[in-house]
């Protein structure tokens, strides 16, 4: 198992909450991914960062925010919550190589329902 | 653009048979593949990876795969089965831009049964 780590597991809330979910990895890794999945599909990047100061928006629109001002640190916020936010939401990191070599590493991903 | 294609939702096999989960890929450049394992209420676990060089690839828990550049596929085996493989298989590229990203198929379920 990688050393990358998600909390909450599990989140039920209202609409218009807002939330953070925490993603931290111990291995130094500098890059970092963010990803929604829906029940036994297939996974999407929302957010994605190259190290500190760094975030980027990935493939599938998305209401959330990131930030990276820890290299081990990358949370997730969602300002105001929405039952379309409903899914899981997985966390992963890799080792910046020059090459295409780097392995990505997931965290357990946290399932969130937003009532 | 890059994708990859798993052909079927599910698979089952019998324990101790062999097993095959297939993946189609398309790319415009190199191809490096990844297969990944997601157990239920788990995040994705690495299994193994093709970037170059031999196109059997050894992986994890007994896991190969063998890349096959004429037919574009990259199918994952296992000689013989185990009940405790049953899970959520998920075959991706990399994107061949700068993030690094990766591009996953839709999974495939495979079904080991006793």
């Known amino acids: 198992e990688a050393d990358i780590y998600q909390t909450p597991r599990y989140l039920v809330i209202g609409t218009g909450k807002k939330i953070t979910l925490e993603c931290s990895q111990t291995m130094g890794h500098d890059k970092m991914y963010w990803y929604q999945q829906d029940p036994g599909m297939e996974l999407h990047l929302i957010h994605y960062s190259y190290g500190v100061n760094s975030t980027e928006k990935g493939d599938l629109s998305s209401e959330s925010t990131v930030s990276r001002i820890r290299t081990e640190h990358f949370p997730l916020t969602l300002e105001s919550a929405r039952p379309s936010h409903t899914s899981q939401y997985l966390c992963a990191s890799s080792e910046w190589t020059s090459g295409p070599g780097d392995t990505q590493y997931f965290g357990p991903g946290t399932r969130l329902t937003v009532l | 653009a890059q994708s990859v294609a798993q052909p079927e939702d599910q698979v089952n096999v019998a324990e101790g048979n062999p097993l095959t989960v297939k993946c189609t890929y398309s790319v415009s450049g190199n191809p490096y593949l990844f297969w990944y394992v997601q157990y239920p209420n788990r995040g994705l676990q690495f299994l193994l990876k093709?970037?170059?060089?031999?196109?059997l690839v050894k992986g994890s828990y007994g896991f190969e795969a063998e890349f096959n550049k004429s037919q574009t596929s990259f199918h994952l085996k296992k000689p013989s089965a185990l009940v405790s493989d049953s899970a959520l298989y998920f075959c991706?590229?990399?994107?061949?831009?700068?993030?690094?990203?990766?591009?996953f198929g839709q999974g495939t379920t495979l079904q080991v049964k006793p």
């Open positions: 991706a590229v990399r994107d061949d831009g700068n993030t690094g990203k990766l591009i």
């Open positions: 093709y970037i170059t060089g031999d196109n």
